[in-house]
């Protein structure tokens, strides 16, 4: 079946402009991530969806950061007034219901963002 | 917290040889599972071979294999007959069983080259 989905593939913005990245994860799978991986790092968790409970926000570097996940399934995630540190590819995976091997998240193909 | 350490940047080894990754990490969960994934340049994670910390049989898939150390929190990956399409960077991560932690921890991987 089809895979994660991200788009756009790239997106080079201005400063302080508003950017939305998208994500649409395997169909069925419950719980969804955002990552960002800058240059030469490691995967920064940002952002986790799991079915109807309230997402775990706790890697989101900044209030300018926000994300949302519709009717459990495709989901944005929302950079404001972006800076030049936004810089990254911008990654996300989705698993089955995030409970014993269902712990297998698969990824998308990431969405890098360059801010100029 | 968890933290998944990957201490070697960068590996090279020669087409048809056998080289090992390390990743060592710290918990004080008993039960959880470690994760190898590949990162080829298209950016695309793939999932490399998955161990269950219960389990005290080193998991294998095809030409990969680790070396699952639970008490010294160690987990190297084998890569045997290393092919050209091995290139890549590859990442070591953690995650607990259970709980409302359930995010990957990613050490911030190394990057293998395989010569020809």
């Known amino acids: 079946g089809a895979g994660v989905s991200q788009s756009p593939s790239n997106k080079v913005t201005e400063k302080g402009k508003d950017v939305e990245l998208r994500c649409d994860p395997i169909?069925?799978?419950?719980?969804l991530y955002w990552y960002r991986q800058s240059l030469g790092q490691g995967l920064e968790f940002l952002i986790y969806f799991q079915g109807n409970s309230a997402p775990d926000k706790s890697g989101l570097p900044s209030d300018r950061f926000s994300a949302e996940r519709t009717g459990g399934s495709v989901s944005t995630l929302t950079i404001q007034r972006t800076q030049q540190e936004d810089s990254a590819v911008y990654l996300c995976?989705?698993?089955?219901?995030?409970?014993?091997?269902?712990?297998?998240?698969?990824f998308g193909p990431g969405t890098r963002l360059t801010v100029t | 917290a968890q933290t998944v350490t990957q201490s070697q940047p960068e590996m090279s080894v020669q087409e048809a040889e056998t080289v090992t990754l390390s990743c060592t990490y710290d918990t004080s969960e008993s039960n959880y599972y470690l994760f190898w994934y590949k990162q080829p340049p298209s950016r695309q994670m793939i999932l490399v071979i998955r161990?269950?910390?219960?389990?005290?049989q080193n998991a294998t898939e095809n030409r990969f294999s680790v070396n699952f150390q639970k008490a010294a929190k160690s987990f190297s990956l084998k890569i045997s007959d290393s092919q050209l399409g091995d290139t890549a960077m590859y990442f070591c991560?953690?995650?607990?069983?259970?709980?409302?932690?359930?995010?990957?921890?990613f050490g911030k991987g190394i990057t293998l080259s395989v010569r020809p």
């Open positions: 161990q269950e910390a219960y389990k005290q």
């Open positions: 169909s069925g799978h419950t719980a």
């Open positions: 991560a953690f995650h607990p069983y259970t709980g409302a932690n359930s995010k990957l921890t």
């Open positions: 995976a989705s698993s089955p219901r995030g409970r014993g091997v269902d712990y297998e998240q698969y």
